[in-house]
């Protein structure tokens, strides 16, 4: 996005390191007063480049420690097939994430489950149901790396 300044980009990096730190925490950091760092947050919200901040579980201690991708191809490809899908997958409780994709698949499935058990249940008793679901190949997540802090491009 243009328009970011070093000091927008000092602030979002401070803020991806620990979006829980005080605003007096962050200005201090990047060397500016505590109202322009308070400015520069509030501005940063408005433009739709900090959207929220979430909390990192460890899927493991709240019983999901079985993860997977599942690769989804939709058949017809139509705008309401593929949109009522995605409403609906988006919504299970198993769905962590979800990416709409193009080449063989239309979806990307990430989700968590508590066994493999709990994966083929809901593979096969929860997607295959789906009339428009044409094939779903899943790969289980031996382990899931993710980055905590991006930097944005210049």
């Known amino acids: 996005m243009a328009g970011l300044d070093e000091?927008?980009?000092?602030?979002?990096?401070?803020?991806?390191?620990?979006?829980?730190?005080?605003?007096?925490?962050v200005a201090a950091a990047v060397g500016v007063s505590p109202s322009t760092a308070l400015e520069r947050t509030r501005g940063l919200r408005e433009r739709g480049v900090i959207r929220g901040a979430v909390l990192d579980l460890d899927l493991a201690a709240i019983g999901r420690g079985v993860q997977a991708?599942?690769?989804?191809?939709?058949?017809?490809?139509?705008?309401?097939?593929?949109?009522?899908?995605?409403?609906?997958?988006s919504k299970l409780p198993e769905t962590i994430g979800v990416f709409v994709v193009s080449g063989s698949e239309d979806f990307l499935i990430h989700v968590a489950v508590?066994?493999?058990?709990?994966?083929?249940?809901?593979?096969?008793?929860?997607?295959?149901?789906?009339?428009?679901?044409?094939?779903?190949r899943t790969s289980v997540v031996y382990e899931h790396l993710q980055k905590t802090q991006i930097t944005p491009c210049v």
């Open 114 to 136: 508590r066994d493999n058990q709990d994966l083929y249940a809901f593979v096969i008793d929860r997607l295959t149901e789906r009339p428009e679901i044409a094939d779903v």
């Open 7 to 25: 000091l927008d980009r000092a602030s979002l990096r401070e803020l991806q390191a620990d979006a829980r730190r005080t605003n007096r925490d």
């Open 69 to 89: 991708l599942i690769a989804i191809r939709i058949r017809p490809p139509s705008r309401r097939n593929i949109e009522g899908f995605r409403g609906w997958v």
